[in-house]
Structures are given as structure tokens and as C-alpha cells.
């Protein structure tokens, strides 16, 4: 699974950013998805996670009522809005895939990084006070 990650660069605070993340695997409606960050130094952490079928989400508290996570599956594609950017929000973006069918079945999603499958590159999100 090749996961794209695009949309990152520099915002002022309080600017509006969208990630998005795409893939052309025909089986993306299957897998929970997740956006994850990391700064240097630090562990990488999750940001937001969204089922298989778009129904159940989570997002960190630190980004709650300012990020939103969603998922387009005829387009093969998951995204992180995120509003009223803050200097702490700069990060390396990260999207993944958690292929595990259990979270198909259950229509729930992963908060740990070891438990993802596939990422993608990266995208670099630097906020200016």
C-alpha cells in the first residue's frame, strides 16, 4: 500500500491548513486511517484516526474543535483539516494505514503507531507565531 501525503508548508497561527493523503489501493475502504506527528526528538504521536467507514473518529485533545479528519473512499483519500494552526502544531505530517481486517469488522481504529501498516512520506507543517 503506497499512501501520498500532501498539503503541508507554512501558515501564520490561526491560518487554515489542509493534508490530504491519497493512495490508488482499490482496497482503502477497508482500513482505518490515521494522521500522526513528530517533531524531532520526540515520539511520533497520533493526531487523529477515522474508521473504515467514516462513522468513528478521534482527535488528540490539543486539536479538538480545531482539526477534523475525514475520508472520501470513491476518492481514495483521507484528510486533516485543520484550523487556527498554533506554532506547537509544527510537525512532520504523517498519514497510515491500518490494514488489520479487525478494524474493518469492527468499524474502529488504532491510536498507536505500531499498530499501522503502511505509511506515507511525511509532509512538513511549520506554523509562524
Known amino acids: 500500500v503506497q499512501l501520498q501525503a500532501s498539503g503541508g508548508g507554512l501558515a501564520q497561527a490561526g491560518a487554515s491548513l489542509t493534508l490530504s493523503c491519497t493512495t490508488s489501493?482499490?482496497?482503502?475502504?477497508?482500513?482505518?486511517m490515521g494522521w500522526f506527528r513528530q517533531v524531532p526528538g520526540k515520539e511520533r504521536e497520533v493526531v487523529a484516526a477515522i474508521s473504515p467507514s467514516g462513522k468513528n473518529t478521534y482527535h488528540r485533545d490539543s486539536v479538538k474543535g480545531r482539526f477534523t479528519i475525514s475520508r472520501d473512499d470513491a476518492k481514495k483519500a483521507v484528510y486533516l483539516q485543520m484550523n487556527n494552526v498554533k506554532p506547537e502544531d509544527t510537525a512532520v505530517y504523517y498519514c497510515a494505514a491500518e490494514t488489520n481486517l479487525e478494524a474493518y469488522y469492527s468499524d474502529t481504529y488504532k491510536l498507536h503507531p505500531a499498530d499501522y501498516d503502511f505509511w506515507g512520506q511525511g509532509t512538513q507543517v511549520t506554523v509562524s507565531s
Open positions: 489501493e482499490r482496497t482503502f475502504s477497508l482500513y482505518a
